[in-house]
């Protein structure tokens, strides 16, 4: 009688860390993966940072000239050029910010195409980069402030902070 006690209880055990198992691996398929975004937004940050170049960027709606806004610097981890490129995209007069479509240029790796919103005058934008690994690394400071916008967010004055200051650890 014991025996059969014993071999019933293994089997009861056996079948819950079977279950157990199958449940977490249904849950792990179902889980979508984490959103990867190469954007941080640093509210009120302007005048915390030395600047290096100013630049000046028009929504696409606006009758005004068309501005370069490239910035390209040096890739803290291989021997290439990496550019970012940021373009005003919305602007929400309600709660007085805009929406931001970054490209990141990385040299030698890959082009991504992000975007960022709710975004106020003298907010910094992060971009986190890749490493040689592959695992994201975020400066110190942010790459650009958003030093002003106008009141309709047809144009943003954007502030590119010194490369040479950028010191990069991983995202946490």
């Not at 501005?67 to 005003?88: E, G, Q, V």
């Not at 690394?137 to 950028?166: H, K």
Request: proline fraction near 5%; include cysteine; hydrophobic fraction near 45%.
């Amino acid at each position: 009688m014991k025996r059969w006690v014993l071999v019933t209880l293994g089997l009861i055990a056996l079948l819950l860390v079977i279950g157990v198992l199958a449940l977490r691996l249904f849950q792990a398929r179902l889980t979508p993966p984490p959103i990867l975004s190469h954007l941080a937004r640093a509210p009120n940050l302007a005048y915390k940072f030395d600047l290096c170049l100013e630049a000046y960027d028009y929504t696409a709606d606006s009758s005004g000239e068309i501005h370069k806004t490239d910035y390209i610097f040096h890739d803290p981890f291989r021997s290439a050029f990496d550019t970012i490129i940021p373009s005003l995209v919305a602007w929400n007069q309600s709660e007085r910010t805009a929406s931001f479509q970054v490209i990141i240029i990385v040299g030698q790796v890959q082009t991504f195409r992000e975007t960022i919103s709710h975004v106020a005058a003298l907010d910094g934008i992060s971009v986190m980069l890749p490493d040689a690994r592959n695992q994201l690394q975020r400066s110190n400071q942010p790459q650009f402030i958003v030093s002003a916008m106008t009141a309709g967010g047809i144009v943003a004055v954007l502030d590119y902070t010194c490369p040479q200051e950028w010191k990069w650890s991983a995202v946490t």
